[in-house]
C-alpha cells in the first residue's frame, strides 16, 4: 500500500489521455523543446520494467499482450519515481489515467490535480492505419491487441476524458491532420496556457 502525499513538492502536471496511435509520441520532442515540460509516458515507463527484469515485468508483458490496463499501484509508483527522480516542475504525462482507478489513486498518493487535459481526438480508422504502420516493434501493434486496445480505451479511458471535460479542464485537438498541423494546434493550447499562467503570476506581483 502506497503513502499518501509523500511529496513535498507539487509539479505542474499536464495528463494527455488520447486513444492508441493518435500521435503523442511523435508531438512529444516538439512540446518539451519548446515549452520545457518533461514528458513521462506511461506506457514507456511499463515498457522499461519488463526490460529491467522486475519482479512485475511478467504480469506487465502479459497485461501489454492483451491490450488490458496495468493496475494502478504499479504505473504510480513508476510515475512518482519519474518525477521525483527529475528536477523540473513541469511534466506532460502522456498515456495517463487510462481508467477511473488510475485518475482517483493518482490524485489520492500525489494530491496533484492537472492543469489541463490534452486530448488528441482521432478516427479509430486513422489510428489502426498508423499502428500497423508503426514498424517499431512493439508487441502490441498487431490487429488483435489493437482491437483489444480500442474497446479498452472507448469502455475506460473515453470516460476520463469525459470527467475532466465537465470540469472545464479538456483541450481537444483535431489529430487526424498531418504532424505539422497538429503541432501547430499544440503550440497554439501551450502558448496560451503560458500567457494565462504569466497574467496571473503579474496580478500575484500586482494586486
Ligand atoms: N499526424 C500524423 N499523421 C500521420 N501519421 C502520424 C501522425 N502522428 C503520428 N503518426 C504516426 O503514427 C504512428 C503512431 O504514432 P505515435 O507512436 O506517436 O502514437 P501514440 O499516440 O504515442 O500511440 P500509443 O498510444 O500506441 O503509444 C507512428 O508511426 C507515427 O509516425
Ligand atoms: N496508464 C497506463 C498506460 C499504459 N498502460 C499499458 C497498456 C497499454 O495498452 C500499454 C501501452 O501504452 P501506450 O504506450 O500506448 O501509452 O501500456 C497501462 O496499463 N496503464
Ligand atoms: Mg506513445
Request: net charge negative; with cysteine; glycine share 8%.
Amino acid at each position: 500500500q502506497m503513502e499518501e502525499h509523500q511529496s513535498t513538492r507539487s509539479p505542474l502536471s499536464l495528463f494527455w489521455v488520447s486513444g492508441p496511435g493518435s500521435g503523442k509520441g511523435t508531438q512529444c520532442a516538439n512540446i518539451v523543446e519548446h515549452f520545457g515540460y518533461t514528458h513521462l509516458s506511461a506506457g514507456d515507463l511499463l515498457r522499461a520494467e519488463i526490460k529491467s527484469g522486475s519482479e512485475n515485468g511478467t504480469m506487465i508483458q502479459n497485461m501489454i499482450k492483451e491490450g488490458k490496463i496495468v493496475p494502478s499501484e504499479v504505473t504510480i509508483k513508476l510515475l512518482k519515481r519519474a518525477i521525483e527522480e527529475n528536477g523540473n516542475d513541469k511534466f506532460l504525462i502522456d498515456g495517463f489515467p487510462r481508467n477511473e482507478e488510475n485518475r482517483a489513486a493518482f490524485e489520492s498518493v500525489t494530491g496533484v490535480q492537472p492543469e489541463f487535459v490534452l486530448f488528441f481526438d482521432c478516427s479509430e480508422e486513422e489510428m489502426e492505419k498508423r499502428l500497423l504502420g508503426r514498424n517499431q516493434g512493439r508487441e502490441d501493434d498487431n490487429i488483435e491487441t489493437i482491437r483489444k486496445r480500442f474497446k479498452v480505451y472507448m469502455e475506460s479511458s473515453l470516460p476520463v476524458i469525459e470527467y475532466y471535460s465537465a470540469k472545464g479542464k479538456v483541450k481537444k485537438i483535431d489529430a487526424t491532420r498531418p504532424v505539422g498541423e497538429v503541432f501547430e494546434a499544440v503550440k497554439a493550447i501551450f502558448t496560451k496556457a503560458w500567457l494565462d499562467e504569466a497574467c496571473v503570476s503579474s496580478l500575484d506581483f500586482f494586486p
